[in-house]
C-alpha cells in the first residue's frame, strides 16, 4: 500500500478502511475483512472492524514495532534511535533506558527532545507540502506515486502521468482486457508495466502460484519474465516456498 495514501491514523492503527469494497484492510498483508461478515478467533466470533484489530495483533504483532522495523525507504530511524524509541514506548524511565543502553540520562533527554522537533517538522512540512499539492497540476507535471515497498528508489520511478500513458499506450495492445505486446528493456517502462499489471490482482487475496499464473498468462505469453519482476519490484510478495502469492 502506498505510504501516501495512508493517513497517520491509518499507519498507527495497522489498517485502513476501503470505501469501495466496504471492507477493512491490513497494511502489512492485504488481508480483507468485510463489514457484515463474521470472522472466527479462537472459536469466537467478531465483526470485521474488531476481527481486522484481532488480526493485525494475532499475524502481525504489536503495530509499534511493526511500524518502527518496517524496511521501507521511508523509516530513516537508526538502530540507537529504535531501541530508545521502543523502551520510550515500554515506558521505561530515562534513567533505566540510560542504564540499558550505557548512556546517561541526559542523553536519553536529548534524544526526546529531538524527536519531538523532528516530529513538529514533519507536522509543517506535510501541512504546506499537501496545500502545494491541492493545486491542480497537468498531466505533464504530475509525478505518478511510487508504490511504498520500492526499494532502490531512483530516477526510475520519476514518471509524469503523460509519461505514463504514453508508456501505457505503446506498450500494451489492449487496456480492458489488459494484453501486453511487448515487455521493455528500459527499467523506468518496466515499472508502469508492473504496476499495470498489479492493479489486476486483489488486494488481500492469496494466489496460488498456479492461479497467479493463469491470470498473467491472459496478460503476456511470458510470464513468468512478469511474475519475477513484480516480485523483484517488491509489488508482490511470496512465501519461501514460492507456493503462495500476495499484493505488498
Known sequence: MEIEKLSVEELKQGYRFNEDSSSYICNVCNRNFETGEIYQFDKRFFEA????????QAEHGDNFNQLLNTESKYNTFTENQKEILSLI????????????L???????RHQRFM????????KMYLAIYEQVM????????MI???HSNAVMVDDRYITTEKEKEQILKTTFESLSPLKLKTFPKKEKKKIVILAKIAEELQVGKRYTEKELNEILKEIFDD?????RY???????????????????
Not at 472492524?49 to 488480526?55: E, S, W, Y
Not at 515506558?91 to 533505566?96: E, M, N, Q
Not at 510470464?223 to 511474475?227: A, M
Open 223 to 227: 510470464y513468468v519474465v512478469i511474475r
Open 230 to 248: 513484480l516480485i523483484d519490484y517488491r509489488f508482490m510478495e511470496r512465501t519461501k516456498d514460492c507456493k503462495t502469492y500476495w499484493l505488498k
Open 49 to 56: 472492524v474488531r476481527a481486522v484489530k484481532i488480526h493485525v
Open 102 to 108: 550505557g548512556i546517561s540520562p541526559s542523553t536519553v
Open 134 to 141: 491541492e493545486k491542480k497540476l497537468s498531466s505533464e507535471e
Open 115 to 122: 524527536f519531538r522537533e523532528k516530529a513538529k517538522q514533519a
Open 89 to 100: 514506548y515500554a515506558d521505561f524511565s530515562d534513567k533505566d533506558i540510560a542504564k540499558q
Open 144 to 146: 505518478v506515486p511510487i
